[in-house]
């Protein structure tokens, strides 16, 4: 027998509620689990995503130590004597550099290293770089219900430990969350509360310089001691992310493919299907395992978003799964609506306009229908002159390839057979899929949990696993504030998530929608202001493009459970998922306040009903505002605008006046405690311009 | 650490004034408002009376009456004024050939405006007074302030209004020339019914020093003001309880009003009333707006109205001045306009108080019967 650790990287996600959390789904798309405090889990799939308060429950990842039959070592297996966990995560995005896209990867070569573009780093004036970083130092726990905290007060004695000072605006992060064993000795990784704070003016989708927020990422080790005195040292690692909101609708490229990806071309993981630098066009794929999926993805995101011109790819207007010659046809129509990916080494020595990831259409900037997905890709904000531009999304490039040998009719169709293997026919462990297989994988501008450094080999120590710097020895004297793991030598605590917005709820408010341009390979965007101050707007014509809506829904619909004196709306009815989160302020404060998208009908799997469901809708208040109030045309009060909005707590409809003043007080001293200058709205549009909102 | 704040427009002071000014920008432009005001917004309002022009302002500022709750605008329904003869007549009759007036309920006037001013976006911050006001070499200004629980902080904003009142603790800071006409000042106190409910009338009685004003705030309350110059009031200890109660009781009407009620809380407010106006062009991007353009004497009436039309006028400027030369442009216009405003006032002051003829040897009549210049 073989033990190792999994998931090799664990997903947990930020939650408000004070105490209540619940465990990460083990399925790409399932539901994660019920717990009871100690974190054991409950065989039951989470029902309520949020607490009484209305408050969002944490998401802790539990690890296991399992063979590859699924025999898993506890302090209850016979020979075991103890189990020793130390868990270190940090945050470093304060310390790094600005996003600007595709800027720093250095997939497409050199040229585009940090340093070659000259991105500015984030709070490019701090003195001491590596107290930029959220670092609480490792902690260590054994034996069963035992827990640390990823806190200041409880840091280890000789740790350089570090937080932020006390922001002007939003809220502290004091803790990056904590850690506990259950009864059996199970670690579980929880992470922090979705605290951000700062004390510039959130501007663009990346965040602002001064702010920091709770999310993280590190090393998980593990030591096993035997009765015999004998010790099995084990790793993985842990990512923090911001919550699921539709847990079982699933990104068409997820972080598992674009592992697998990175596994089958750069490390050698199936050499009958990638060798010698390239795919082998012998190779059989398998309907069940690489084709099914991609369609079944495709389809769920009609629930929350709009791409009706995906929907013939989910319709089965052939049997997908017949391998026949007299099917080649239907399938190769199939497969030629997808836009062929590029490769980064190669792209750019391509001309822009034979890039296929520039192209809408079928033809270029011209055809009938939009190619697959229909989504943005990686950059479709800034231009080429100081970027790498990636307008329309592609598959990862296995998947492409394996698409292109089942419309060659190269696949078998045969279900495959249950068995306990903790393992698939790749050896890849269906638990390290089933967490990061949950996470976005494409596009990565940044992304919604990690971005684009998981699409580079040098990351990763072996398939799905990522390389420790460290090499399992901790980092007793801190952690580095510039150190770039794409160059090589493995990641450090903090280093996958340094890369994301910060706060995270900038990128989330911000990017849902993206109008891209289709007809200039080169240009995003255009300024339409002056060089003093620019104001950059999508270069028209553009196309509606979504970014990662199973993770940050947009069009959804309302359910038919809700009280509808509260919801204002009829059930069914398609409406904005954000509606009354009005700006990157109220963002911050009441992301809790979204809704989760959840199928209603989950005993029939093959006809889903998803709603919104739990949404705070006690925190909005509603208006109908005519037209007519919005021209000044009295003739337009025909037609009214229904209006969401996050009203001051003062409406709480207090009649008389010395009260109502003084509840007034309170509240505006209760927003004074967390103002946020939001960026006036004259200035520039944010750079990803998404929302039609402004 | 500081708070740091940044904004278009910082209105300093949340009545309403300011926070007209507040509404109407952002109901017209996207430009940020950030309404600072020192008070905890709990200060007592007094009540006042209110010709029917409001609801035009209000329908123009887009706040339906019902927004105000109930009983915020109460129709008078009768007003009698002993001024200039023993013999009552209407007080319309003399001071304000006007229609109905209403009485009206400031505490809950002046919140609602601020709700709303929230409710579109604005932000308030109350408890949170100026104490420096700095100019940036990128031409905006750089407020500090304090605030009780916060600490310091500072705003940036391109444009400051202000909205500070009576007091102009901010033009005064500035540099701006205020020309003070007289020191007239208020004492006044609210009895509350113990048997019979108060007539739901105003009442005005002159005397030889000055003038008694009372009004109806509901069935079972009434505010009573005496207002004489503030040398007068001094001199007299009127700022005291018991002088001014038993000065009130000196009064031949007014008297007769408060039999039978009780002073609520056996303490008088003083409040500065007296005519003063702003010369404020020196002083770039600044606009004053209500009191602390313009204080008119209470007589008038004109205070509440003046307030929320020149808080509109300062916002319009604002949104629609697309160059620097351009604000300057409209902001000397502005200024001319009110020149003009407080001329007619003046003018219009002077009849009133040219009404009363009983005490030819009385300072307090005497002065405020003389033909005043003019503004400059």
């Keep these: 027998m073989n033990y190792s650790l999994h998931p090799s990287v664990g997903v947990a996600r930020l939650g408000n509620s004070k105490g209540q959390f619940y465990l990460a789904p083990d399925q790409i798309g399932g539901l994660p689990f019920e717990a009871d405090e100690s974190g054991n889990k409950i065989d039951s799939p989470v029902s309520q995503f949020k607490d009484a308060e209305g408050r969002i429950r944490r998401q802790g990842q539990p690890f296991k130590i399992i063979d590859e039959n699924n025999n898993e070592l506890t302090l209850s297996s016979d020979n075991v004597k103890a189990i020793t966990w130390t868990v270190h995560v940090a945050n470093k995005k304060a310390a790094w550099y600005e996003f600007n896209e595709l800027q720093g990867n250095l997939l497409f070569g050199e040229d585009n290293s940090y340093r070659k573009r000259g991105t500015p780093w984030r709070n490019k004036d701090a003195d001491d770089r590596r107290q930029l970083i959220i670092d609480p130092g490792p902690r260590t726990i054994s034996g069963a219900n035992a827990q640390a905290t990823f806190d200041e007060a409880s840091a280890p004695d000789n740790y350089p430990v570090s937080f932020p000072p006390k922001p002007c605006q939003g809220t502290e992060v004091e803790t990056l969350g904590n850690i506990l064993t259950d009864s059996e000795g199970r670690l579980v990784v929880i992470g922090g509360y979705g605290n951000a704070g700062g004390n510039e003016p959130l501007e663009s989708y990346g965040g602002a310089d001064t702010w920091h927020d709770d999310i993280a990422d590190g090393t998980v080790y593990c030591t096993v001691t035997f009765d015999d005195g004998k010790e099995l040292k084990l790793s993985a690692w842990v990512i923090v992310g911001s919550p699921d909101f539709a847990p079982e609708i699933v990104n068409i490229s997820n972080l598992s493919d674009t592992m697998f990806d990175v596994a089958i071309r750069s490390q050698n993981l199936c050499p009958e299907m990638y060798s010698n630098g390239e795919f082998q066009t012998s190779y059989q794929a398998s309907y069940y395992r690489d084709i099914e999926p991609i369609i079944q993805r495709i389809s769920r995101y009609q629930w929350v978003s709009n791409v009706q011109s995906m929907s013939a790819f989910v319709s089965n207007i052939f049997d997908f799964k017949d391998n026949s010659e007299d099917n080649k046809a239907n399938r190769e129509a199939y497969f030629n609506y997808f836009r062929k990916p590029v490769d980064p080494a190669t792209v750019l020595q391509t001309p822009p306009s034979e890039q296929t990831n520039q192209q809408l259409f079928e033809h270029g900037i011209e055809g009938h229908i939009p190619l697959m997905p229909l989504n943005s890709g990686s950059n479709s904000v800034s231009n080429a002159e100081d970027n790498i531009v990636d307008k329309f999304l592609t598959l990862t490039q296995t998947q492409y390839f394996l698409l292109s040998q089942w419309a060659e009719g190269k696949f078998s169709n045969e279900k495959p057979v249950a068995n306990t293997s903790a393992q698939d026919a790749f050896g890849i462990f269906y638990a390290d899929q089933g967490s990061v297989g949950n996470c976005v994988g494409l596009p990565m501008c940044p992304g919604i949990e990690v971005t684009w450094s998981m699409q580079n080999p040098v990351v990763y120590a072996a398939p799905y696993v990522i390389k420790d710097q460290s090499m399992g020895n901790g980092f007793p004297s801190g952690l580095d504030p510039e150190r770039d793991e794409c160059e090589g030598g493995g990641c450090q605590p903090g280093d996958l998530t340094k890369r994301m917005a910060c706060p995270w709820q900038a990128d989330f408010f911000n990017c849902t929608i993206q109008n891209v341009n289709f007809t200039e390979p080169t240009v995003n965007k255009v300024n339409e202001g002056n060089e003093a101050d620019p104001n950059m707007v999508p270069l028209a014509p553009t196309y509606y493009s979504y970014w990662w809506p199973p993770q940050s829904p947009w069009d959804v619909l309302t359910n038919q459970y809700d009280d509808q004196s509260v919801t204002h709306l009829p059930a069914g009815q398609q409406v904005n998922y954000a509606r009354g989160i009005n700006s990157f302020v109220q963002m911050v404060e009441h992301w809790s306040a979204l809704g989760f998208i959840r199928n209603q009908n989950t005993q029939e799997p093959h006809f889903p009903f998803f709603t919104e469901s739990e949404r705070n809708h006690q925190l909005f208040a509603y208006k109908d505002v005519p037209v007519s109030d919005i021209t000044g045309n009295p003739g337009d009060d025909g037609t009214d605008i229904p209006v969401f909005y996050i009203p001051d707590d003062v409406k709480t409809h207090l009649s008389a006046g010395c009260s109502k003043a003084k509840s007034l007080l309170k509240g505006l001293e209760e927003k004074m405690a967390k103002p946020i200058t939001a960026k006036p709205a004259i200035k520039k549009v944010p750079r990803s311009g998404t929302r039609s909102r402004r | ?376």
């Design chain 2, 1 to 376: 650490m500081m708070q740091a704040h940044e904004c278009d427009v910082l209105v300093v002071g949340a009545g309403p004034s300011g926070a007209s000014t507040a509404l109407n920008l952002l109901n017209h432009t996207a430009l940020s408002v950030v309404i600072i005001e020192q008070s905890d917004l709990q200060r007592l309002r007094v009540g006042e009376s209110v010709s029917e022009s409001i609801f035009s302002l209000l329908t123009y500022l887009n706040i339906p009456e019902s927004e105000f709750g109930p009983n915020c605008f109460v129709s008078t329904q009768g007003n009698t004024a002993y001024w200039g003869s023993d013999k009552s007549a209407n007080r319309h009759a003399i001071f304000a050939p006007d229609r109905a007036t209403y009485q009206i309920n400031r505490d809950m006037f002046d919140a609602t405006l601020l709700e709303q001013v929230v409710r579109r976006g604005g932000s308030v911050f109350p408890r949170t007074k100026s104490k420096e006001v700095k100019k940036r070499q990128d031409g905006r200004y750089l407020v500090e302030a304090n605030h009780p629980k916060f600490g310091k902080l500072s705003i940036t904003c391109r444009y400051l209004v202000d909205a500070s009142g009576r007091n102009s603790s901010l033009s005064k800071v500035l540099g701006a020339s205020l020309s003070q006409y007289d020191r007239l000042t208020g004492v006044g106190a609210f009895f509350k019914a113990r048997q019979q409910s108060f007539e739901q009338l105003q009442l005005i009685e002159s005397d030889e020093f000055g003038w008694w004003y009372s009004a109806a705030l509901s069935r079972d309350f009434i505010v009573v003001t005496y207002f004489a110059d503030f040398e007068r009031i001094s001199k007299h200890k009127l700022n005291r309880f018991g002088d001014w109660r038993a000065y009130l009781g000196k009064s031949l009407y007014m008297s007769k009003r408060v039999e039978g009620a009780t002073c609520v809380n056996d303490n008088v407010w003083v409040r500065p009333a007296g005519t003063h106006f702003n010369r404020f062009m020196d002083i770039n991007n600044y606009l004053p707006v209500g009191d602390a353009a313009c204080a008119f004497d209470p007589i008038s009436s004109m205070g509440l109205g003046f307030a929320m039309t020149s808080g509109c006028q300062a916002a319009s400027i604002i949104g629609n001045s697309l160059t620097s030369t351009d604000f300057e442009r409209r902001r000397t216009i502005y200024q001319q306009d009110l020149e003009q405003q407080f001329a007619q006032y003046l003018t219009l002051k002077q009849q009133f108080y040219s009404k009363e003829q009983r005490w030819p040897n009385s300072p307090f009549w005497s002065r405020r019967q003389q033909q005043v210049e003019n503004v400059a």
